[in-house]
């Protein structure tokens, strides 16, 4: 049973414009959610994180947004660079336990 | 930003050797470490928790006798894979997490091949 659900595999946008990912989870349990960026064989580089108390975080080009009625958070890039190309994945956690939930990643090609 | 080191990168040996990987955080105190696991195309999917100083809490189907998890100070955590087979070879990578409501922060993973 997947938790955390990212459905689109992979995302292809123009440099300067926006990318949007999205992620949906099941487990009204989870109050804390996290984007992270991945490149081959290497750990997930933290972006930014999100509390469910509230709807939005910015930082910098990267902005969060969560929708707790309907499950869903999405990850706003403005403007794309080419060196956003990459893996990014969601995940989601009770925020006590710290155990993270992942979604399957979506792959953002950035082209110049 | 926070930094997690993980040791070593990449590991091949025979089938049957016992195999360490270690966890450190280098720029804060890691109340919790976290070990995953990945496999080609998949997500990270999680082993087993650790708090430190106490016992590691294990996800179900991961078994504790084969993947030894030692959470001893609040800077290194180490899981040693024993008798390890082909089919552990993979992408294993820690995390490190200082309070609650905190990002984990991850090293850059050891990927293990058992020949």
């Known amino acids: 049973d997947q938790q955390v659900k990212q459905n689109s595999p992979s995302l292809s946008v123009q440099e300067g414009r926006i990318s949007i990912l999205n992620c949906d989870y099941t487990n009204s349990m989870f109050d804390y959610f996290l984007w992270y960026k991945k490149y081959p064989a290497e750990g997930p580089t933290f972006l930014i994180s999100?509390?469910?108390?509230?709807d939005k975080n910015e930082d910098g080009r990267f902005t969060v947004f969560l929708n707790k009625s309907a499950k869903h958070l999405s990850l706003h890039i403005v403007p794309s660079q080419p060196g956003d190309s990459a893996v990014y994945f969601c995940?989601?956690?009770?925020?006590?336990?710290?155990?993270?939930?992942f979604g399957q990643g979506t792959t953002l090609q950035v082209k110049p | 930003g926070a930094v997690v080191s993980q040791h070593p990168s990449w590991v091949i040996c025979k089938s049957g050797t016992s195999v360490k990987i270690e966890c450190r955080s280098l720029d804060f105190q890691a109340t919790t470490m976290f070990w995953y696991r990945q496999f080609p195309k998949q997500s990270l999917m999680l082993m087993a928790t650790s708090n430190e100083g106490s016992k590691a809490t294990y996800e179900q189907g991961v078994e504790k006798d084969k993947f030894l998890i030692n959470h001893a100070s609040l800077t290194l955590s180490t899981l040693t894979v024993t008798s390890a087979h082909p089919e552990d070879s993979s992408f294993y990578i820690c995390?490190?997490?200082?309070?609650?409501?905190?990002?984990?922060?991850f090293g850059d993973g050891t990927r293990l091949s058992i020949l």
């Open positions: 995940a989601a956690a009770s925020g006590n336990t710290g155990k993270l939930i």
């Open positions: 995390s490190a997490r200082g309070r609650e409501y905190q990002p984990q922060h």
């Open positions: 999100i509390s469910s108390i509230k």
